[in-house]
């Protein structure tokens, strides 16, 4: 079938979160996903359990992978992380902004420098600001930061943004105070998507695909309404064409 421009483009920005125990059971989706060129994002579970030999296998098949293990470490570490996962040919993936600017400066530094070595393109490097699962009551009595949740957010973006970061990870509701802040150039990766109808789980601060998209989410993060679903094919051809709807 042949694909039109619009929706390569849309299918593009859908991040698909491969949130499996093991590789079988993400490849089983890959499979029924086949020829949609969605993004794959490998997360923490994924990633400890079948390691950097799935990554290579998910760009040997030409897709585009978000690894997704939110580095939080002092500078040095954190850079020597950012140069193992360049290494392996990630196109983005993340730290904590909460981390501070010096340390996601040497994340930078040490993508640049694997990127130098290997001959390979530096990845896309954002910053999680705020978990889509935090509240304003988590937010200001656990982890102890005063304010609003958009407020820290936006500090964090700005944060990043100095450190010459490429983007954030937040939720799509704080997409346009970030946009604000740091300009439309500044990516912005929106988790906490649900489809109409669909469960809305652990988090706490959501918007449909449409809704994302409208207010500038750069891309979509979406799991569980695609994995946990008895046709996933068909959940994400549904979210794409939302997606182009908008």
């Known amino acids: ?59 040997e098949k030409g897709y585009s992978v978000f690894l997704d293990v939110k580095m939080h470490d002092i500078p040095n570490t954190v850079k020597g992380g950012s140069h193992s996962v360049t290494r392996l040919g990630v196109d983005m993936f993340n730290v904590h902004a909460a981390g501070g600017r010096e340390m996601m400066s040497a994340a930078l530094a040490g993508a640049k420098q694997a990127a130098e070595e290997e001959g390979l393109r530096v990845p896309t490097i954002i910053a999680v600001t705020q978990l889509t699962s935090t509240n304003q009551a988590t937010m200001n009595d656990e982890i102890g930061i005063p304010g609003d949740v958009e407020t820290a957010v936006v500090r964090y973006a700005s944060l990043a943004k100095e450190a010459g ?33 669909s469960a809305v789980g652990d988090q706490s601060r959501i918007l449909t695909p449409g809704q994302a998209i409208a207010g500038g989410s750069s891309y979509i993060v979406v799991g569980r309404p695609i994995t946990a679903s008895e046709n996933p094919r068909a959940a994400a051809e549904q979210i794409i064409e939302e997606m182009m709807n908008q």
């Open 1 to 59: 079938m042949q694909l039109s421009s619009e929706y390569k483009e849309m299918a593009g920005r859908l991040m698909v979160a491969l949130d499996y125990p093991d590789a079988d059971g993400a490849r089983q989706l890959i499979d029924r996903l086949e020829g949609i060129p969605c993004y794959m994002k490998v997360g923490m579970q994924l990633f400890y359990s079948a390691g950097p030999s799935f990554v290579k296998e998910l760009k």
């Open 165 to 197: 970061l490429q983007g954030v990870v937040a939720s799509p509701l704080e997409v346009a105070a970030i946009r604000e802040a740091c300009g439309d150039q500044f990516y912005t990766v929106t988790p906490g998507i649900r489809p109409a109808g």
